[in-house]
């Protein structure tokens, strides 16, 4: 056993062949990255079934002589998998490889390259008009884009491209205006474009169901990382999804806080 470590400790000697050593590195930082990837998401109960049906399975071969199942496992199972990851994971791989392609935004502007006199902007007209929307009863949904280019979804609606007012805000949202229904995306402190249509988030679950605004900003805060700002019509409570989460019951204040920890953006100077 002695021999051993001292081999394995020869190997990874980093004076006579560092190759190994960067070797296990890089190998760790790819895992390190799929984790944080996966981290909050459902593939984790997805890879728990598989690992725990694996696990199972290739334990009741070994213990036990069945051939069939270690054939099965050999020969179907096992083959099945590189086709079934695929399917199973596609939006968790397209996640990832959308985060492999985040820059500074090199093609387009998102937040990442606003200023901070623009993002205060952002953040103050989007609580302000909240706000207002929520005392008037008068549903809304505002998405922010961030480093990920929300352009696809903006090309569904109808280009705005003006300066963000909350006058302008309330006059999109107001029921029975063209505009109303769906989305307004927002690019830095311009609206982008509005009566977006978003895809509606599958994972209905939870103690209550989620109406269409909700499952829209929830849909579009899972394949982006984008930040949604729903007034429900129903209740006029003000939501803030992000990442697939919901936080709920915000005043203009207590939402201004959050897009400004979001956004990394200090308010302080701007109060005094």
Partial sequence: MLEGLNRVFARLNPLSDPKPLID???VALIFYWLLGVIRGTRVVQLLRGIGVLL???ILLSS???????????????QPALFVAI?????????RALESLGRTNDLFGRGFGRANRSE???TINGVSRAAQQLSQQGVGALMVLEREVGLQDYADRGVIIDARLAIPLLLNIFYPNSPLHDMAVILRGNRILAANVVLPLSE?????RRYGTRH???KGISEQSDAIAVVVSEETGAISLMNDGRMVSY??????????????KVSLEENEK
């Fill in 203 to 207: 994972d209905v679950g939870g103690p």
């Fill in 55 to 57: 696990a199972l399975s």
């Fill in 215 to 217: 499952r829209a900003a």
């Fill in 119 to 121: 993002l205060l902007e």
């Fill in 24 to 26: 296990i590195l890089i």
């Fill in 250 to 263: 915000l005043n203009e204040a207590r939402l201004r806080s959050m897009l400004a920890g979001l956004l």
């Fill in 86 to 94: 695929p399917v199973l994971f596609q939006p968790e791989l397209r």
């Fill in 63 to 77: 213990v036990l002589p069945l051939d069939t199942l270690r054939w099965l496992l050999t020969n179907a199972i």
